[in-house]
């Protein structure tokens, strides 16, 4: 069974960094699509952050080029998303999500989110 439990929200101010964490189980890194996503109150859910399965290219949102950072320690089954310089429009519930194919805005599998507010 694949489990995705993410970790690390809190509330922090803007220009300052939190550091997102996501414990899978249940699959192979390598032969999945893992994803970070967020939904803001009242808004759609939206792609963060992607590394493709096929050749590990990792694909981030414009808005947040150069301000995130995805990595994963696949020998842990750990991904984290660093991100730093973080604006109040940052605020959202993020999830960490995983495809058995590709990046997509329907992955396979979604954690239970973890809460990351941004104050101004």
């Known amino acids: 069974e694949v489990q995705l439990v993410e970790s690390g929200g809190g509330l922090v101010q803007a220009g300052g960094s939190l550091r997102l964490s996501c414990a899978a189980s249940?699959?192979?890194?390598?032969?999945?699509?893992i994803a970070w996503f967020r939904q803001a109150p009242g808004k759609e859910r939206e792609g963060v952050s992607c590394?493709?399965?096929?050749?590990?290219?990792?694909y981030y949102r414009d808005s947040v080029k150069g301000r995130f950072t995805m990595s994963s320690d696949n020998a842990k089954n750990l991904v984290y998303l660093q991100m730093n310089s973080l604006k109040p429009e940052d605020t959202a519930v993020y999830y960490c999500t995983a495809d058995h194919s590709r990046c997509k805005y329907g992955m396979d599998y979604w954690g239970i989110g973890t809460l990351v507010t941004v104050s101004s």
């Open positions: 249940g699959f192979t890194f390598d032969d999945y699509a």
């Open positions: 590394i493709s399965s096929s050749d590990g290219t990792t």
